[in-house]
């Protein structure tokens, strides 16, 4: 990433004659800093990866989401060695629902990463990329039945959400005839995080261990695994400290009164990535922890909370880690231009782009960074940026500091590559094309941009309504026709 700061423009000659900076007037606001209190300099961005941003726009549109397949494949192999160097087994499943795209997960998958899903849709996508079932984390509250049997036939890892699956389960491997190992997935209070108690067995309550005796009871059903998700954007890593301390005490327990024999804990995800939360005003770098960070926290209780079991000659239990965000996150920008610049009722500059939260949903709960691609000159101004959506929800930044901007220059919005591609929404405008820069510097579409073809391609139009205007047009204009 190439930054430049506003105080030493590149190429600026400063004895040429000064451009001309169209006039502003911008209020002082009583408690923020102004350019009386502070002298703020501003950061732009002109190429990704190396490829200049103007190319890439001019190449494949705008708006433009940009993947950075160096930085997904250094995101992983530092996760890796992070735990891996702490513990002696640990296996990663990437998390389908933080981004479904193609190229992303099997850049993952070329790096180790089992397949970590929660719907049938996202079953069948790891299967079509060719991720063989014993390699499949199959979370989630719903599995229907016919999903839930292929499952089991492909050896899949199932982690039971509720008594009903556990039932229907049961129900599958002895029509299968075959002995089913399974995960309990459990909820627990940590005091560090606000308990899930939506998904999985609350341990508190005593449903995990009652859940724990009816799989030890049956015929066709093994307790090999225990999983939990304490939560997501977690930065508090005292909370993955006691979440293992937890796992293990009732991996203890469960082993010793049900005659099970565990052989994976699955702390699930939630490791935040270094985004900015709404609401949260210290920046990223001082409230996010490091990967490492997060590797001590859980790796130190869990090797010495298993200790005594390799001492008895018993092997660790292996750990899975649901890595999604930390690992995606700022491997991606989007490239939005300016449409429309506006001067709002209380004095701010108001920017319009052609990006909205249709794309960017994530701007509901983050203040994304944003920053120009080229250097702008003239003085920052609080300004708000808008999306093209017919909606007045549709802002993509309620508050920051731009100099001013021309129709047609663009800003980069950092980091997005969590979340944004499985909750965008086909609404009001078409999706855009996503490319990604390979190691050797060359861009590629790995999501094609739609079209009308595209958006109406599932739908279906009876006989009866074919023609919108039966008998005729609905209108007849002919008495306004001078001739």
């Known amino acids: 990433m190439q930054m430049h700061d506003e105080s030493t423009p590149t190429g600026l000659n400063t004895s040429t004659k000064k451009p001309w900076i169209k006039p502003t007037i911008i209020p002082l606001r009583t408690g923020m800093l102004n350019k009386v209190g502070a002298n703020r300099q501003m950061n732009w961005q002109e190429s990704i990866d190396g490829i200049p941003i103007k190319q890439l726009v001019e190449d494949y549109g705008s708006p433009l989401f940009v993947v950075s397949e160096k930085k997904l494949r250094n995101n992983m192999k530092r996760f890796k060695r992070a735990f891996a160097s702490r513990y002696p087994d640990v296996q990663f499943g990437w998390s389908y629902k933080t981004n479904y795209l193609a190229a992303v997960c099997n850049t993952f998958h070329q790096e180790g990463s089992w397949a970590e899903v929660v719907s049938e849709f996202e079953y069948e996508k790891a299967r079509s990329l060719g991720v063989p079932g014993q390699n499949i984390i199959f979370n989630g509250p719903f599995k229907t039945p016919r999903i839930l049997e292929r499952a089991v036939r492909e050896g899949a890892l199932i982690h039971i959400d509720h008594l009903d699956e556990l039932y229907a389960l049961e129900n599958i491997a002895q029509g299968l005839k075959q002995q089913v190992g399974v995960a309990l997935r459990l909820n627990f209070d940590t005091g560090y995080t606000e308990?899930?108690?939506?998904?999985?067995?609350?341990?508190?309550?005593?449903?995990?261990?009652?859940?724990?005796?009816?799989?030890?009871?049956?015929?066709?059903?093994?307790?090999?695994?225990?999983?939990?998700?304490?939560?997501?954007?977690?930065?508090?890593?005292?909370?993955?400290?006691?979440e293992v301390q937890i796992l293990c005490e009732f991996m203890l327990e469960v082993e010793s009164r049900t005659n099970c024999q565990i052989e994976y804990i699955d702390i699930g995800g939630g490791f935040a990535s270094m985004n900015s939360l709404q609401g949260v005003y210290l920046p990223p770098e001082q409230v996010v922890p490091s990967i490492e960070q997060y590797a001590e926290a859980v790796c130190t209780p869990l090797m010495e909370l298993t200790h005594e079991r390799e001492a008895n000659g018993r092997p660790r239990p292996r750990l899975i880690l649901e890595t999604g965000r930390a690992l995606v996150d700022d491997a991606e920008s989007l490239v939005t231009s300016i449409i429309a610049n506006k001067r709002l009722l209380d004095g701010r500059h108001g920017l319009i782009v052609d990006a909205g939260v249709n794309l960017l949903f994530t701007a509901f709960w983050y203040n994304h960074q944003v920053v120009p691609t080229k250097f702008l000159p003239g003085k920052p101004e609080e300004s708000v940026i808008y999306g093209p959506l017919c909606m007045n929800i549709d802002v993509l930044r309620n508050s920051?500091?731009?100099?001013?901007?021309?129709?047609?220059?663009?800003?980069?919005?950092?980091?997005?590559?969590?979340?944004?591609?499985?909750?965008?929404?086909?609404?009001?405008?078409?999706?855009?094309?996503?490319?990604?820069?390979?190691?050797?510097?060359?861009?590629s579409i790995i999501r094609k941009a739609e079209n009308l073809s595209v958006v109406t391609s599932q739908e279906v139009i009876p006989d009866h309504l074919r023609d919108p205007y039966p008998g005729g047009p609905l209108y007849n204009f002919s008495r306004y026709d001078n001739n």
């Open 195 to 242: 308990p899930w108690s939506r998904f999985g067995f609350n341990l508190e309550s005593g449903q995990a261990m009652d859940a724990a005796w009816r799989i030890g009871a049956s015929e066709y059903l093994q307790l090999i695994g225990l999983h939990s998700h304490i939560g997501t954007f977690v930065t508090e890593t005292k909370a993955y400290s006691k």
């Open 400 to 443: 920051i500091l731009l100099p001013p901007l021309k129709v047609g220059d663009t800003l980069l919005f950092t980091p997005v590559g969590a979340y944004n591609h499985t909750q965008w929404m086909q609404f009001i405008e078409y999706r855009p094309n996503v490319i990604m820069i390979d190691e050797k510097g060359r861009a």
